[in-house]
Every structure is written in structure tokens, then in C-alpha cells.
């Protein structure tokens, strides 16, 4: 971790409808009754959520249900991402975290949750990934295939090996990367280019996706331009803020640092 705060746009993602391990452990808990549950995702792209295909969580992480600064709200996020979010408007009370129950990464697999802006409108599943961290962001990612090499070998692999990976077709089948971000470099695309360029075959290849990351984040960055949205044809550098503050006047998204 750097010196400087990083900050990110914390991605709301409304949960329409829980996997049945789920679904469990949210009728044990009587103070999620009549609250809207929302998984926090923390991205430092939020010009790229139009392309949001799925969600991911780590399946080892222990996740809480945190009652937001919204009484009707309530957050799942890392304990540790709790404590951060507590110092920064995102609690009942400024150092106050309200923990209302648990949950195993594992469980929420499966879940169906609405990603605003994305293109798959009707929503998409939590899937789960090897290289979440705990030590970083809220340890809820929005997978974004066509702009994250990550993002992309990840799914590619689920897609690949769903029985392996305990997930039903259905959750990852029709959900294709769509083009975001065009760059001169990469053409519509970027994360799949990238990928098939530098040879990766899966989200193992660790060395080359940092490599990718890297590339793929400064061609987007200084290169590229928006394809889809409300600011189709500007500038990834002008659109990154108008992305964001449009996320959070709507109320799906809320700024978070760390
Ligand atoms: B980014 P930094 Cl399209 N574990 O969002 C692993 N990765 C995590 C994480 C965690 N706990 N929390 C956040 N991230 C990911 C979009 C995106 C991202 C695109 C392209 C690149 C990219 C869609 N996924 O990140 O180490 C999140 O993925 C590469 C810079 O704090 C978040 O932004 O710099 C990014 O890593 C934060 O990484």
C-alpha cells in the first residue's frame, strides 16, 4: 500500500434475488427484513460499468451485512472495508460500524444482483475468483471483461469449467464482454486482445496479467475513447469523473478511499 489514499468509486449492487445458500443466511437474520442489501464493489474504472458482466467474490473471505448511512440500506463489504467506510459518511455514525450478521464468500455465489449501467439490464450473477483480496478495496469486485484482463481470464475460466468451479452454466453463459472503451491500440476490446497477445491462458498467469493490467490501464487511460453511453465519443480522461459523479447523483455509487 502507497502513501497516497487511492479512491474509488464504491459500485452499489442491489441484490434482486439470492442464491439458496444465501437465502438462508439472510432468513436467520430478523434485522435485514425490508432492507434493500447491496454488494459494494470498490473500482478505480468506473467510466467502464457499462460493460459489467458479473460480480466477483472471493470464496474464503468472510463478508458482514453493515447498516449503511441509508436506514433502509444496508452493505456487504469486508470487515475491514467497514471500518474505512465508518470514517466517511458511509455509517449510521461517523466511527460507528453496525454489524448485522456474516456471510462466507461461498454462500452469495450464485446470487442475482442489478449492476447500474451495465448492459445486461436485468442483472448479473456473483461469481467467485482466486486473486480477491481481503487487504484491498471492500473484497467486492465488478468484473468488467472487455477493459480487465483479470476480469477476462477469470470468467473465460468459469466459462471453461463451470462444473469445477461449482457455478450453473446459466450464470456466465450469454454474459459476452461488450465493447466500452475503444483504443488505438487495441481496437473495441482491450482485455481480450490483450490476453490473446500476451498468451494468457488463465487467471493463474499472475506475472503476465500485472504486465497486462498495466497495459491495458495506460492505453485505456491516455488513448481511449468511450463507445457506448451517456458519453459516447469523449475521452476516457473526460468521461472517468463524469461516469463516476453521474453514479453517485443517482445513488448507485458513493465515493470511498483508502
Ligand atoms: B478495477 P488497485 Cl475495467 N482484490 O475495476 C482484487 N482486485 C480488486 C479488489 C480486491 N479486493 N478490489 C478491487 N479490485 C480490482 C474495473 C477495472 C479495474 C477495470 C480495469 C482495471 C481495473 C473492473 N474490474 O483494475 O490495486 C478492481 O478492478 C486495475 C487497476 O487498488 C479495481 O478497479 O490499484 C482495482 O482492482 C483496484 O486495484
Redesign the pocket.
Known amino acids: 500500500e502507497g502513501v497516497n489514499p ?1 479512491e ?1 468509486t464504491g459500485i452499489k449492487l442491489q441484490v434482486l434475488e439470492w442464491s439458496e445458500q444465501g437465502n438462508k443466511v439472510i432468513s436467520a437474520i430478523p434485522q435485514l427484513e425490508g432492507k434493500k442489501i447491496f454488494l459494494v ?5 468506473p467510466e ?1 460499468m457499462y ?1 459489467q458482466t458479473n460480480c466477483f467474490v472471493g470464496t474464503k473471505l468472510e463478508y458482514g451485512f453493515y447498516q449503511s448511512e441509508n436506514p433502509n440500506e444496508v452493505y456487504v463489504v469486508t470487515g475491514r472495508a467497514a471500518r474505512n467506510m465508518a470514517f466517511q459518511g458511509l455509517t449510521p455514525a461517523n466511527g460507528q460500524v453496525v454489524l448485522l450478521g456474516t456471510v462466507n464468500g461461498q454462500a452469495i455465489v450464485g446470487s442475482k444482483v442489478d449492476a447500474p449501467l451495465s448492459a445486461y439490464s436485468s442483472g448479473v450473477y456473483v461469481l467467485p475468483m482466486e ?9 467486492v ?4 471483461p472487455s ?2 484482463p ?2 477476462y481470464a477469470a470468467l473465460r475460466d468459469l466459462k471453461k469449467k463451470t462444473e469445477y468451479y461449482g457455478i450453473k452454466p446459466e450464470w456466465v453463459d450469454k454474459f459476452e464482454p461488450v465493447p466500452v472503451i475503444s483504443t488505438p491500440a487495441f481496437g473495441a476490446m482491450t482485455a481480450p486482445a490483450l490476453c490473446e497477445k500476451m498468451k494468457i491462458n488463465s487467471q493463474k498467469d499472475r506475472v503476465q496479467l500485472a504486465e497486462a ?1 498495466d497495459a ?2 495506460k492505453e485505456g487511460f491516455y488513448n481511449g475513447t468511450m463507445s457506448v453511453g451517456e458519453f459516447k465519443g469523449e475521452s476516457v480522461q473526460e468521461a472517468k469523473v463524469k461516469v463516476r459523479d453521474l453514479l453517485i447523483a443517482n445513488g448507485s455509487g458513493l465515493a470511498y478511499a483508502e
Open positions: 487511492q474509488y464493489a470498490a473500482t478505480l474504472r467502464t460493460g486473486n480477491v483480496l481481503a487487504t484491498k478495496g471492500t473484497g469486485v465488478t468484473s468488467v477493459d480487465s483479470d476480469d493490467k491495458a490501464y
